[in-house]
């Protein structure tokens, strides 16, 4: 099945599980979602978003499905701040748009908008960002020092302003569980994922799209993704990878776990 094609909760599910290799409502409660360049040194690499990445219409599926599965996601402020048109809402065609809304309203019961949770130093942020604007519920998770002038900057929005004297990603997970997520997906660079993967591991769950096309521009090839070895040691468990073939290039798709069921 091609993602375009999706119509339906089971079409999504059925998706879902073809390229992961299971039942995607089944991921546990904090995913982790990636995409990657693995170069000829073996290194893999965080994709930076621009004109010249490469797209993929079965990882943007899969971002899709991440995100209709969570009560909450995660990003950075970095991340806002080179993205200035970034989103967190469904992804899509009005049809798969669509789907996804029944899989997360009939297979996940889930009924309302999901957390925004930006953690940032609170520098740049710009509360025009559309971000800020969509139907997700945001959250400011910043150090104490910068709140109050933050409450001030995000007073005519819906934003909470949420601090502590220095926010981590491991913090903020505990905040989200105060507020009653369960299923948390994390979109968010390297420096900051790479502290899930730390002993021991808040990450659950890892869906990794790896671009195994053509050499790319210097200013598509990010950082440095989560070393091998740490993520064997924090997610032992990996799916068969599968490959797709898209407009540019070859792509792999995979999921790593902790092992049993996933939740």
Do not use: N
């Amino acid at each position: 099945m091609l993602p375009e094609d999706v119509r339906t909760a089971a079409d999504v599910a059925a998706l879902g599980r073809e390229l992961l290799g299971d039942d995607p409502a089944r991921a546990g409660r904090v995913l982790h979602v990636a995409s990657v360049w693995r170069g000829g040194d073996g290194v893999s690499r965080v994709l930076r978003i621009g004109p010249k990445t490469p797209r993929s219409r079965h990882d943007a599926f899969l971002l899709a499905l991440a995100r209709a599965r969570a009560e909450a996601i995660v990003t950075t402020g970095r991340i806002l701040r080179e993205e200035p048109a970034l989103t967190h809402g469904p992804l899509g065609p009005p049809g798969v748009r669509a789907a996804l809304a029944e899989w997360r309203r009939e297979r996940l019961v889930l009924a309302h908008a999901p957390w925004l949770l930006v953690l940032s130093s609170g520098a740049g942020l710009d509360p025009a960002h559309p971000a800020f604007r969509g139907a997700l519920r945001p959250v400011l998770y910043v150090p104490a020092a910068a709140a109050a002038a933050l409450r001030d900057r995000f007073a005519d929005t819906a934003v909470r302003v949420v601090s502590t004297p220095v926010p981590s990603v491991r913090l903020a997970l505990d905040h989200l569980g105060r507020l009653g997520a369960r299923r948390i997906t994390v979109e968010a660079g390297p420096t900051t994922a790479r502290e899930l993967y730390e002993a021991p591991a808040r990450v659950d769950e890892l869906w990794l799209a790896t671009y195994a096309g053509a050499a790319l521009d210097a200013d598509v090839i990010g950082e440095r993704f989560v070393a091998d070895g740490r993520l064997a040691a924090a997610l032992p468990e990996v799916s068969e990878p599968v490959l797709r073939r898209e407009a540019s290039g070859a792509w792999s798709f995979s999921r790593r776990f902790r092992g049993g069921r996933s939740a």
